[in-house]
């Protein structure tokens, strides 16, 4: 018999070397607005882009790529 299950989503910021993972405040946003969602607490997601889906074990996962602070 074939089973269905939906995955969760989780978004990763990563932050001084350290990943954080965000959990999916609404199934109903869109990865953009996950990202304005959580903005206000973390103020460099306003200049980020969004990296994925990729299925990582049993989940989708979404990147919040930034490049302040980075050189080159």
Not at 1 to 12: A, E, I, N, T
Not at 48 to 66: H, L
């Amino acid at each position: 018999m074939l089973s269905v299950s939906l995955l969760p989503r989780v978004f990763v910021l990563k932050e001084r070397e350290q990943d954080i993972r965000l959990s999916d405040p609404s199934g109903t946003f869109s990865p953009e607005q996950v990202m304005d969602f959580y903005s206000g607490t973390y103020p460099i997601l306003t200049t980020a882009k969004i990296e994925g889906p990729e299925i990582t074990g049993d989940e989708i996962e979404y990147r919040f790529i930034t490049t302040l602070g980075t050189k080159g």
